[in-house]
């Protein structure tokens, strides 16, 4: 029975790759999975003006849900597994950002949250397509804490508290990881592969080829210890990272959070990079 609902969700997952791409299509898998895609309804869009012959990658949407209730969702085409959503602006365009929706996958299966967030914006609706809009952030985004919360693990669906402590506990363990990660001073702006590269090696030199590996990662004395089939040089991790990523890396946790959410800590740490180019590329034309 458990082979045949396997083969049921890999049938289910193909299909769906044949019609999106890269992180499209778990994402797309997803909501195909749990039927959300089919709730709600895009009015309008929004999308950002060329700037100095750079295309535009943010979209502002008004989207509306089966309760007739309306809310703005900001897209950035380079992080295409989270989307910012808000409520409907008022009269003076002023608007609150109201959570941050993520939905990525891998390998795996995918995870799926709602995070709260605090916050305030400006977007003032255009009267016709030829009308600009100017999208601001006037009160700097906060997160506080996940709300909602979906795993999908091979042919395991986990929902309910047990999705929303799990997930609320790899929220931490990715803040602390990009914490140190930002203190590296190491490149941003990053591509999502060129980051990919550049992090695997330092996080884990054991399961890299000699070349790639640190010129640290293995000294003489250094000290092992087994944890997911995988010998991690403990002497390593404490010669690198800080006291709170030590038990993350040695236990093997720290492996899991990169399979199964490496867009999330991609995400993590270019977030300042996000706030950016909302400053630097905020005009906007109606195109629906």
């Given at each position: 029975m458990k082979n045949i609902r396997f083969l049921y969700y890999l049938t289910l997952f193909i299909l769906t790759l044949l019609l999106y791409g890269c992180v499209s299509m778990m994402e797309g898998t997803g909501r195909f999975l749990d039927g959300s895609a089919l709730a709600e309804k895009t009015i309008s869009i929004y999308r950002a003006s060329k700037k100095d012959g750079v295309s535009a990658n943010i979209q502002v949407s008004i989207v509306e849900n089966k309760n007739a209730q309306r809310s703005l969702v900001i897209n950035v085409n380079d992080f295409p597994m989270m989307k910012l959503r808000g409520t409907l602006p008022d009269d003076d365009g002023i608007f609150l950002f109201t959570s941050l929706d993520y939905l990525a996958g891998s390998l795996q299966g995918w995870n799926e949250y709602s995070l709260e967030v605090f916050g305030t914006g400006r977007f003032s609706l255009p009267e016709t397509p030829a009308d600009s809009a100017k999208l601001e952030i006037v009160e700097e985004i906060e997160f506080v804490q996940i709300t909602a919360a979906r795993i999908h693990r091979y042919?395991?669906?986990?929902?309910?508290?047990?999705?929303?402590?799990?997930?609320?506990?790899?929220?931490?363990?990715?803040?602390?990881?990009?914490?140190?990660?930002?203190?590296?001073?190491?490149?941003?702006?990053?591509?999502?592969?060129?980051?990919?590269?550049?992090?695997?090696?330092?996080?884990?030199?054991?399961?890299?080829?000699?070349?790639?590996?640190?010129?640290?990662?293995?000294?003489?004395?250094?000290?092992?210890?087994?944890?997911?089939?995988?010998?991690?040089?403990?002497?390593?991790?404490?010669?690198?990272?800080?006291?709170?990523?030590?038990p993350v890396r040695d236990s093997a946790t720290l492996l899991r959070d990169w399979e199964e959410a490496l867009s999330w800590i991609y995400l993590e740490y270019e977030w300042e990079d996000i706030i950016e180019m909302f400053l630097r590329q905020n005009m906007f034309y109606k195109v629906k």
């Open positions: 042919d395991t669906r986990i929902t309910g508290n047990d999705a929303l402590t799990a997930l609320r506990n790899r929220h931490e363990r990715i803040l602390a990881l990009t914490r140190w990660m930002i203190s590296q001073d190491a490149p941003r702006g990053q591509t999502i592969k060129e980051f990919e590269k550049y992090w695997k090696p330092i996080f884990f030199p054991e399961m890299v080829t000699g070349r790639s590996r640190p010129s640290n990662w293995r000294l003489p004395g250094d000290q092992f210890q087994t944890a997911d089939s995988i010998r991690w040089n403990t002497s390593y991790t404490e010669r690198v990272f800080s006291e709170e990523l030590v």
